[in-house]
């Protein structure tokens, strides 16, 4: 019988060795963001306060330049791959047993955890000896400053909304002071708008005379209040969600103008936002517990029909026949016990003598579920 054995070339005609080993692409830097979050993982370090964390971060980001989320994004796309740096951005912290994601450019740093901290890091070539040392030492700077009353200029920001335009002027120059007379203008409508707009709004003619503006005349026609609102109530109703944080990013330069000459009326929008997401949130709540009542009921029906005879009601019992793991049905009965509640009226039962179940009061099925 003829051998279907197809010898195939060890060498290319080109040359390349075709018996080499070629790893998917970006398998070293994940390589490496494994090892740093590793170490990370067994660092034995305890800093204490988690601002110390997020100083570092930014002092890393300002050092290369990435001002904002796109730049982050550019950075993370060429060492991740695009897809890859997405997923890292959009990673939101976990408040509860169910995944959850923030869009992209609609959460801050600030939401920011442990997994995007090694990602970045691991991007811009940190090492996490150094990394660890610098932490550390920064901590205790910061515990330094806190001890003896006083801060760092990083720390003593400027407040939201200068008190007066003398107070305007002098947070200017301290700003001044350390990035430069050339960059401060640009560095104020960056990190500091409202500052920018405050002096824009109400002393224009000394702020440009000492910081001119560039050449693209963005504050050389301002919008009116009008235009503003518009703008706003625009974003308001393009936004993906009831939160004041995500219109706000997306008017951009309007909603610090209104902060500072249109406050009462930007104040009741805010308001009106807060009823509406308050709102949303008890329609999710309510729409998760009747989902939780469903799975809670399958799950009584489903044991009854696997034991075959009378049952006790708690967490440990339900969790084989539902959706909810043990801890997270444990979890959901302390939060939410009118969950059991109504499954049980559900499924027909009384407080004593139910079909199915062992004889014990109602009482007694909510301190079981609970685990008492």
Same mark, same amino acid.
């Given at each position: 019988?003829?051998?279907?054995?197809?010898?195939?070339?060890?060498?290319?005609? #080109?040359?390349?060795?075709? @018996?080499?080993?070629?790893?998917?692409?970006?398998?070293?830097?994940?390589?490496?963001?494994?090892?740093?979050? $590793?170490?990370?993982?067994?660092?034995?370090?305890?800093?204490?306060? #988690?601002?110390?964390?997020?100083?570092?971060?930014?002092?890393?980001?300002?050092? @290369?330049?990435?001002?904002?989320?796109?730049? %982050?994004?550019?950075?993370?796309?060429?060492?991740?791959?695009?897809?890859? /740096?997405?997923?890292?951005?959009?990673?939101?912290?976990?408040?509860?047993?169910?995944?959850?994601? !923030?869009?992209?450019?609609?959460?801050?740093?600030?939401?920011?955890?442990?997994?995007?901290?090694?990602? *970045?890091?691991?991007? &811009?070539?940190?090492?996490?000896?150094?990394?660890?040392?610098?932490?550390?030492?920064?901590?205790?700077?910061? /515990?330094?400053?806190?001890?003896?009353?006083?801060?760092?200029?990083?720390?003593?920001?400027?407040?939201?909304?200068?008190?007066?335009?003398?107070?305007?002027?002098?947070?200017?120059?301290?700003?001044?002071?350390? $990035?430069?007379?050339?960059?401060?203008?640009?560095?104020?409508?960056?990190?500091?708008?409202?500052?920018?707009?405050?002096?824009?709004?109400?002393?224009?003619?000394?702020?440009?005379?000492?910081?001119?503006?560039?050449?693209?005349?963005?504050?050389? *026609?301002?919008?009116?209040?009008? !235009?503003?609102?518009?703008?706003?109530? !625009?974003?308001?109703?393009? !936004?993906?969600?009831?939160?004041?944080?995500?219109?706000?990013?997306?008017?951009?330069?309007?909603?610090?103008?209104?902060?500072?000459?249109? /406050?009462?009326?930007?104040?009741? @929008?805010?308001?009106?936002?807060?009823?509406? /997401?308050?709102?949303?949130?008890?329609?999710?709540?309510?729409?998760?517990?009747?989902? #939780?009542?469903?799975?809670?009921?399958?799950? &009584?029906?489903?044991?009854?029909?696997?034991?075959?005879?009378?049952?006790?009601?708690?967490?440990?019992?339900?969790?084989?026949?539902?959706? %909810?793991?043990?801890?997270?049905?444990?979890?959901?009965?302390?939060?939410?016990?009118?969950?059991?509640?109504?499954?049980? #009226?559900?499924?027909?039962?009384?407080?004593?003598?139910?079909?199915?179940?062992?004889? *014990?009061?109602?009482?007694?099925?909510?301190?079981?579920?609970?685990?008492?």
């Amino acid at each position: 019988m003829p051998s279907t054995f197809v010898p195939t070339p060890l060498i290319c005609s #080109c040359g390349y060795d075709l @018996r080499q080993y070629r790893g998917p692409e970006h398998s070293e830097v994940w390589e490496r963001l494994a090892q740093f979050s $590793v170490d990370a993982l067994f660092c034995k370090d305890s800093v204490e306060i #988690c601002g110390v964390f997020f100083k570092f971060f930014d002092s890393q980001l300002a050092e @290369r330049g990435l001002e904002n989320r796109p730049e %982050l994004l550019a950075l993370l796309s060429g060492i991740y791959g695009e897809e890859s /740096a997405k997923a890292i951005l959009t990673q939101a912290p976990q408040r509860s047993d169910i995944y959850s994601s !923030a869009p992209l450019a609609l959460s801050s740093k600030r939401e920011f955890r442990a997994p995007q901290f090694c990602a *970045v890091l691991v991007a &811009i070539d940190a090492n996490f000896e150094q990394t660890r040392v610098r932490i550390t030492s920064l901590a205790g700077v910061m /515990a330094t400053l806190h001890e003896h009353g006083s801060q760092s200029y990083e720390s003593a920001a400027p407040r939201r909304h200068p008190g007066s335009v003398m107070e305007a002027r002098t947070q200017t120059a301290e700003i001044e002071k350390h $990035v430069g007379r050339a960059v401060t203008r640009s560095y104020l409508y960056r990190r500091y708008k409202t500052l920018f707009w405050y002096l824009t709004l109400f002393d224009q003619a000394w702020f440009e005379a000492h910081y001119p503006p560039g050449g693209r005349g963005a504050t050389e *026609v301002l919008p009116s209040i009008e !235009a503003d609102r518009a703008t706003i109530m !625009a974003a308001i109703s393009r !936004a993906p969600r009831p939160t004041v944080r995500v219109w706000k990013n997306l008017s951009q330069q309007a909603f610090f103008r209104s902060s500072l000459r249109d /406050a009462d009326w930007l104040d009741e @929008r805010k308001k009106v936002t807060a009823r509406a /997401a308050n709102a949303e949130k008890l329609m999710r709540k309510r729409a998760y517990l009747a989902a #939780c009542v469903d799975d809670v009921v399958q799950a &009584i029906r489903r044991s009854e029909e696997f034991s075959g005879g009378p049952i006790r009601i708690s967490a440990a019992t339900l969790a084989p026949y539902a959706a %909810l793991s043990e801890h997270q049905l444990r979890h959901l009965f302390n939060l939410n016990p009118e969950v059991l509640e109504h499954a049980l #009226c559900r499924i027909s039962l009384t407080p004593r003598g139910c079909v199915g179940i062992s004889s *014990v009061t109602h009482a007694e099925l909510v301190r079981e579920s609970q685990g008492e």
